[in-house]
Nanobody, 130 residues
Framework: VQLQASGGGLVQSGGSLRLSCVVSRFNLDDYAVAWFRQVPGKEREGISCISVGDGRPYYSVSVEGRFAISVDKAKNTVYLHMSDLEAEDTAVYYC????????????????????????WGQGTQVTVSS
């Protein structure tokens, strides 16, 4: 299983970016894919997740209404569309994949935004200037 994240960069406050996570060597329909972000000295924060099989999206409170997650199965790619960016969104963004969907995690008493995922891509830096 491999994940390749890209699309980060420098953007002004209020601007938009689209991150991409290309996944390979597994059947995307059988997995959930999530986006996390991390700033130095803080824990990795789960911000969005999608159960690829049913397409259901999940968002953290910090990004709901501004970010949108989507899947292009033909390209084996999960996107994170980020809009209305704020300086507080500055972080290294990571994508992750796991067969344990948010629904399965909930039944087991855990949550998708906990950074316990099987597979991780490398990070991509997003910097929002104020």
């Amino acid at each position: 299983v491999q994940l390749q994240a890209s699309g980060g960069g420098l953007v002004q406050s209020g601007g938009s970016l689209r991150l991409s996570c290309v996944v390979s060597r597994f059947n995307l329909d059988d997995y959930a894919v999530a986006w996390f972000r991390q700033v130095p000295g803080k824990e990795r924060e789960g911000i969005s997740c999608i159960s690829v099989g049913d397409g259901r999206p999940y968002y953290s409170v910090s990004v709901e209404g501004r970010f949108a997650i989507s899947v292009d199965k033909a390209k084996n790619t999960v996107y994170l569309h980020m809009s209305d960016l704020e300086a507080e969104d500055t972080a290294v963004y990571y994508c992750a994949a796991d067969w344990r969907t948010p629904e399965l995690r909930a039944r087991a008493g855990s949550s998708w935004y906990s950074p316990i995922w099987d597979y991780w891509g490398q990070g991509t830096q997003v910097t929002v200037s104020s």
